[in-house]
């Protein structure tokens, strides 16, 4: 598993929640307005979007940006099921985002993931959704967040059939195939993973590489 190091932060002023998440080759750090128009290039080519979307098809302008304010906003909140913005380290372009965010199901969140194409095939996508999934998972278990006043009880993800990348990527991540459904007329593979069992994993392994800290005001 990728290593992977967790920081927690809660600004003075503001006391806006910020998390990043540092592995070998990648900074990943929580959505800011900054990402605007890196997050509008993300979702608004076909390309990136060709295996993201249940129709295939890119966001416009209105609708990346509705997002892109539900997840700012949300991290703002102080509510950690958001997105991240992924950044190699010997860069300083976003070349993805990872979204932990709200699920269908009480107390589930939702994994999603987008990467530039150009970027594919480099190992990026499962570096970067391991942790999330193995680590930042767990963490805010321990640290008593809820979903949506929920208690966090799962991790869900659908994908399409003609992705078999990100099948790979959700299975080494320790998502389970649990069948398939269908979403905006198309079919996706559902996978599902209890967070009672990454936290036991977690706890079982007792890896020690994998530090988390808070620089303010841990919750």
């Known amino acids: 598993?990728?290593?992977?190091?967790?920081?927690?932060?809660?600004?003075?002023?503001?006391?806006?929640?910020?998390?990043?998440?540092?592995?070998?080759?990648?900074?990943?750090?929580?959505?800011?307005?900054?990402?605007?128009?890196?997050?509008?290039?993300?979702?608004?080519?076909?390309?990136?979007?060709?295996?993201?979307?249940?129709?295939?098809?890119?966001?416009?302008?209105?609708?990346?940006?509705?997002?892109?304010?539900?997840?700012?906003?949300?991290?703002?909140?102080?509510?950690?099921?958001?997105s991240f913005s992924v950044v190699p380290n010997d860069s300083d372009d976003c070349i993805g985002m990872v979204i932990l965010g709200y699920g269908n199901k009480e107390g589930s969140a939702q994994l999603a993931y987008v990467f530039d194409q150009k970027n594919w095939g480099k190992g990026y996508g499962k570096e970067a959704v391991i942790p999330v999934v193995k680590r930042y998972a767990p963490e805010l278990i321990k640290r008593g967040y809820q979903i949506a006043e929920h208690e966090f009880t799962s991790i869900e993800a659908t994908v399409r059939p003609d992705n078999p990348a990100s099948v790979k990527i959700l299975s080494a991540a320790g998502m389970k195939y649990i069948g398939e459904s269908k979403k905006f007329g198309h079919t996706r593979y559902d996978f599902f993973i209890k967070t009672a069992e990454l936290v036991q994993q977690q706890s079982v392994e007792n890896i020690d590489d994998v530090p988390t800290s808070c620089t303010h005001s841990c919750p």
């Open 1 to 82: 598993m990728p290593l992977a190091e967790i920081h927690f932060d809660h600004d003075d002023e503001s006391n806006h929640l910020s998390v990043t998440i540092e592995t070998q080759r990648l900074f990943m750090r929580s959505v800011g307005d900054f990402d605007r128009d890196p997050y509008q290039q993300l979702l608004g080519k076909k390309e990136n979007m060709s295996k993201f979307a249940a129709d295939g098809k890119p966001y416009p302008i209105e609708q990346a940006q509705y997002c892109i304010d539900k997840w700012v906003t949300r991290w703002q909140n102080n509510d950690p099921f958001s």
